[in-house]
């Protein structure tokens, strides 16, 4: 097998929830909501383009609030994120520092845990 890349990564909103994660993938982020496949029609799906080909699929189901499980997004302008972020209400935190790679978290409208980095270069010293 020869690993092309990474496609997507998928997690469960709450039931109700649908409209606050698309308000923060598309307009808070301002990530492209993708359509779904027409078989998968009424499952209360949510897609959407994080670059490069990769997507973000949420899909009904228990959220796991406190966990540290994330993902992350690498971006140009980790300040101008962080007052968008706090302009739509949300609460960025800082965590460890990783030398060449400053970041920061937020938790989504449904308890996510996201990250925003910078890579600057070598983080793995």
């Not at 899909?59 to 994120?81: K, M, Q």
């Not at 609460?91 to 990783?98: E, H, K």
Request: aromatic share 12%; proline share 8%.
């Amino acid at each position: 097998m020869k690993l092309r890349s990474l496609q997507h990564v998928s997690s469960p909103y709450a039931e109700g929830e649908g409209a606050a994660v698309r308000h923060f993938y598309s307009e808070v982020l301002g990530l492209r909501e993708q359509p779904t496949p027409s078989t998968l029609a009424g499952m209360g799906l949510l897609w959407f383009s994080a670059g490069d080909g990769l997507e973000l699929h949420f899909f009904p189901g228990p959220a796991e609030v406190d966990s540290r499980r994330h993902f992350c997004f690498d971006i140009d302008d980790l300040e101008e994120t962080r007052r968008r972020l706090e302009g739509a209400g949300l609460a960025p935190f800082d965590d460890t520092p990783i030398p060449n790679r400053p970041r920061f978290f937020c938790r989504d409208p449904v308890g996510n845990l996201v990250e925003f980095t910078r890579i600057e270069g070598d983080y793995r010293e």
